[in-house]
């Protein structure tokens, strides 16, 4: 789950990391009220789940509430668009007015889960501002990490080697530690999966502040985290990952026509790839889970059948602890319930597949059955080309 930037920073507080004093606006009035209440020269931000808005036109300094008036009028409602929101871009609904600091640096932090290794780690940079992709393709030695030992906080030496690759002088080292360390804090305490301050800046009169806020959370731990579920904004998803979500269905849209059903991430990885392997695209990753019942197929359906470019159905089905044969009674009774007017290719594997399948075969309604990944690929490949299955 994501959230916004000011949402993050109102953690950050909690948690003592140093931010600037900001309000959210979701009206040009609300924003020209925060501007006067802050005086002096404040930052207008576009608030969307993206990175890339100052380049988009969507973060703006104004000396006083008449410019933020003008500057909010022009953000509020456009669509933003950055490399982060695609061509379509994103419509902004909210701003972030916070008072503006008088930067002397900018840096980077940011803290993410290393599969590789198997730990979290923090990483900095004295490349603040810039996206980090572009710093880790074309400087790599200007990010420096820490990993942390499971089990373990991070240490002193840590805070302090990381301190100094920031190039922080005097007071800035301790203050650059305590800011590091609150971080962290923050990051375990409320079980995110991602967390950068992008740019992390040491200001004229030496304070370490947080200037950015992107916090990404573990989903499975959300039933521990008290209120954070109110934090999400669903005018950011995709309408149709938010209604697989209501389901407990795990719903990636993508750009192709040749629509996937599968119980299994990395079946549907799999599948996904066989299908690109033979010339066609998939419309969407969609893993029903270990379980895929009448209920759970029929909402996939509909979920999958809303997308207008979508040609064809894959249902690629590995039948372990539960039975095909209950899958295919499953599918069959969903297909009664949902409207299908598009080639529908099933291929099950497992047990009771071949019972499944002659189920399939027997039923009144429309299947191409497959018997291999190999085959159902082809003949889903093949019917969203308009060709014979």
Request: charge should be negative; proline fraction near 3%; hydrophobic fraction near 45%.
């Amino acid at each position: 789950m994501k959230i916004h930037e000011y949402q993050g920073k109102a953690i950050f507080a909690e948690f003592g990391v140093p931010v600037p004093e900001g309000y959210v606006a979701f009206t040009v009035d609300e924003a020209v009220a925060a501007a006067k209440k802050l005086g002096g020269k404040v930052v207008v931000k576009a608030q969307i789940h993206a990175g890339g808005r100052g380049k988009g036109g969507g973060v703006k300094l104004a000396g006083g509430p008449d410019e933020v008036r003008e500057i909010a009028e022009s953000i509020l409602g456009m669509q933003l668009v950055t490399h982060q929101t695609g061509p379509e871009g994103k419509k902004v609904e909210r701003l972030l007015v916070e008072k503006a600091s008088d930067i002397d640096r900018e840096l980077y932090a940011g803290i993410v889960l290393d599969r590789a290794k198997g730990r979290y780690v923090m990483m900095v940079s004295t490349e603040g501002g810039m996206e980090i992709e572009k710093v880790a393709a074309e400087t790599p030695e200007k990010i420096v990490k820490e990993w942390i030992i499971p089990g373990y906080d991070l240490q002193p030496f840590q805070l302090r080697r990381l301190a100094y690759a920031l190039e922080l002088q005097g007071d800035q080292v301790k203050k650059g530690m305590q800011t590091l360390q609150a971080l962290w804090r923050a990051f375990v305490a409320r079980d995110c999966s991602l967390m950068e301050v992008n740019p992390l800046v040491v200001t004229s009169d030496g304070e370490v502040i947080a200037l950015d806020a992107k916090l990404n959370f573990d989903d499975n731990a959300l039933y521990r985290q008290t209120g954070l579920a109110d934090l999400r904004d669903l005018s950011e998803e995709n309408p149709h990952e938010v209604e697989a979500s209501k389901y407990n269905l795990n719903y990636i849209k993508l750009d192709g026509n040749v629509g996937c059903m599968v119980n299994g991430a990395g079946l549907a990885m799999g599948t996904m790839d066989i299908i690109k392997l033979h010339g066609g695209d998939p419309a969407n990753f969609l893993d029903v889970g270990g379980v895929a019942n009448a209920e759970t197929v029929a909402n996939g359906f509909r979920i999958i059948l809303d997308d207008p470019h979508v040609k064809t159905v894959l249902i690629n089905i590995f039948g372990g602890i539960v039975r095909c044969d209950r899958i295919a009674e499953g599918i069959i009774t969903a297909m009664g319930q949902v409207q299908v007017d598009l080639p529908v290719v099933v291929r099950m594997e497992g047990t009771n597949a071949e019972l499944a399948r002659k189920m399939l075969a027997e039923s009144n309604l429309e299947f191409i059955v497959a018997t291999t990944l190999e085959d159902a690929a082809q003949k889903a490949v093949a019917a969203a080309k308009g060709g014979q299955a």
